[in-house]
């Protein structure tokens, strides 16, 4: 699924890189890397033993992801779903993640994949990661506040659309803590 059919901004761009201290980080994910916007700009300001995982569902973007970042150390492709970021690090041998990008369409989404997706990542990540989404409405935040706590929420309206860049942390982001409106939990797939 695409989030949107007009590439991102450079302006949601920087805004999406922000939070990144490029010159400690040891693993980077991104999810739905599309035609790799953002990765271009992970690639280009990363130290070349980071790590950086890109996970896509969409099997033309990994080819073409793939082929793009083919002569890149350190970059690994994915063919794959977010929720199994985990044993995908696990496969390559790779460092925590200290961040995640996203701009996965939580909206179109299934509710039981959204949570098995942000419950994956809060587990994925220390406790003073960032997850580090970009949305194009707050429709979810109460979902993401369930497994995360806010530590930032930029509106970039030189985008297009306007789009939104939200930080989280995993510490204190439990689903009893947030006392959010959000329906419960759904049950665990088989």
């Known amino acids: 699924m695409v989030g949107s059919l007009v590439?991102?901004?450079q302006e949601l761009t920087d805004k999406v890189m922000?939070?990144?201290d490029f010159a400690t980080a040891q693993c980077i994910?991104?999810?739905g890397p599309g035609t790799g916007v953002f990765?271009?700009?992970i690639i280009q300001r990363r130290r070349a033993e980071t790590v950086v995982l890109l996970v896509e569902l969409n099997e033309e973007f990994c080819k073409l992801l793939k082929e793009r970042y083919a002569g890149q150390p350190n970059v690994h492709v994915v063919l794959g779903s977010a929720d199994k970021t985990g044993e995908y690090l696990q496969e390559i041998n790779a460092p925590q993640a200290e961040y995640v990008v996203c701009g996965l369409p939580f909206t179109s989404l299934p509710l039981r994949l959204d949570y098995r997706i942000l419950e994956h990542t809060r587990?994925?990540?220390p406790p003073d990661g960032k997850l580090i989404l970009f949305q194009y409405s707050l429709q979810n935040t109460k979902l993401f506040e369930r497994f995360f706590r806010l530590e930032s929420q930029t509106h970039v309206l030189l985008n297009l659309p306007p789009a939104h860049v939200l930080v989280y942390t995993p510490e204190a982001g439990s689903t009893e803590e947030s006392g959010s409106s959000a329906s419960a939990p759904p049950p665990a797939a088989a």
């Open 7 to 9: 590439p991102s901004s």
């Open 18 to 20: 922000e939070p990144i």
């Open 29 to 31: 994910v991104e999810y």
């Open 39 to 41: 990765t271009d700009v």
């Open 123 to 125: 587990d994925v990540l």
